[in-house]
């Protein structure tokens, strides 16, 4: 952290603020010249808020040397983390495809998408049990009954499974229905309790961006289940709001080189909550591969027109299929196998 004085501070003011940082235990560096008063903080300062420093009256700016977040970051862990979800890796050189629908329904419909899905290349199986919806009057999932049915298309197809959770309350119940990837859903991204509740337990978990968060809270949101020490995190862009209407969010493809820039973790891709088009799904998956995405996670409905969420960006099992065949072709140009 580098700060600068003002210029009228007095020499009382500026020990003020250097005796704050020294009883944090860090120490400073002066390199102050004639025009300018300045003052290098050495030690770790990721507890300490530029906020808070700002109230001293002899700082003019702060300057921010090392990312807020620790074990989110690339720079004290440079290779990137693969996850072993159930045999099933994310991130190095694979390219993993998650499928399945919004909500679990029925036994019949999460069997008949999850057979369709796994018989085209999808190496997880995703559903709704929990379902955090916008409106209280909009279906909110099958719940323990959902988790139950997912856990046995899991026995039957051999795929692990993703399913949303949105409460601390409900870890030893999807600890016991062996769920395999825990999905912290972007309105939940910053609820804090369930984040730290799951830095606890030792279980993939796959957060998804806030759709108004900005990559250092996403990247933050991580580290408070970094720091509990789970480590297994995987990150999921799907979609941040914009001005437009014409698509349900904008999917924020450049995200994914922001996340292989600033951290190990891997990154996942999902083209049906960005764009809530099922249209536009194929092209945004191409495109996530293209830009060295670790995988996407795609809604599929074996009858979008009856389901009783997210019908309009989910594909019908034939369009999945014909996704994965173009995914194929392109995986090898782009360094990745699926
Ligand atoms: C979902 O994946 O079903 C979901 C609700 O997504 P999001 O949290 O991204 O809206
Ligand atoms: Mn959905």
């Known amino acids: 952290m580098i700060i600068r004085m003002k210029k009228?501070?007095?020499?009382?003011?500026?020990?003020?603020?250097?005796?704050?940082?020294?009883?944090?235990?860090?120490?400073?560096?002066d390199a102050s010249s004639a025009d300018v008063s300045l003052y290098g903080i050495i030690g770790d300062t990721k507890s300490i808020m530029e906020s808070d420093v700002y109230a001293f009256e002899a700082v003019d700016k702060i300057t921010r040397i090392q990312e807020p977040y620790k074990k989110a970051s690339k720079t004290l862990h440079p290779e990137p983390t693969i996850i072993d979800v159930s045999g099933v890796k994310i991130g190095g050189g694979t390219f993993t495809i998650m499928a399945g629908p919004c909500s679990v329904e029925s036994k019949e419909q999460l069997f008949n998408i999850a057979d369709a899905v796994k018989q085209s290349g999808a190496k997880i199986l995703r559903g709704g049990a929990y379902k955090p919806r916008t409106s209280p009057y909009a279906f909110q999932g099958l719940g323990e009954v959902g988790l139950d049915i997912l856990a046995a298309a899991k026995k039957e197809y051999h795929l692990p499974i993703v399913t949303e959770i949105y409460s601390a309350e409900l870890i030893p119940l999807f600890l016991e229905k062996g769920v395999d990837i825990f999905q912290v859903g972007a309105r939940n991204m910053q609820n804090y309790d369930l984040l730290k509740a799951l830095g606890k337990i030792r279980k993939p978990v796959m957060l998804k961006r806030g759709m108004d968060a900005t990559i250092e809270e996403w990247l933050l949101a991580a580290e408070y289940i970094l720091a509990g020490g789970n480590e297994q995190v995987i990150l999921c862009e799907?979609?941040?709001?914009?001005?437009?209407?014409?698509t349900r969010n904008c999917l924020d493809i450049q995200a994914?080189?922001?996340?292989?820039?600033?951290?190990h973790l891997p990154i996942i891709v999902d083209p049906s909550h960005a764009s809530g088009r099922y249209d536009m799904i194929e092209d945004l998956a191409k495109a996530a591969l293209v830009v060295g995405a670790d995988g996407i996670i795609v809604e599929v409905h074996n009858h979008p027109e009856c389901a009783l969420s997210d019908g309009a960006q989910s594909l019908k099992p034939e369009k999945f299929d014909h996704m994965v065949k173009e995914l194929e072709k392109l995986a090898p140009l782009c360094g990745k196998t699926l």
Do not use: H, M, P, W
Not at 256 to 263: G, H, T
């Open 238 to 246: 799907r979609g941040i709001k914009t001005f437009d209407r014409y």
């Open 8 to 29: 009228n501070a007095t020499q009382k003011q500026i020990e003020a603020v250097l005796n704050f940082f020294s009883s944090k235990g860090c120490t400073y560096k």
């Open 256 to 263: 994914v080189l922001a996340i292989k820039q600033l951290s």
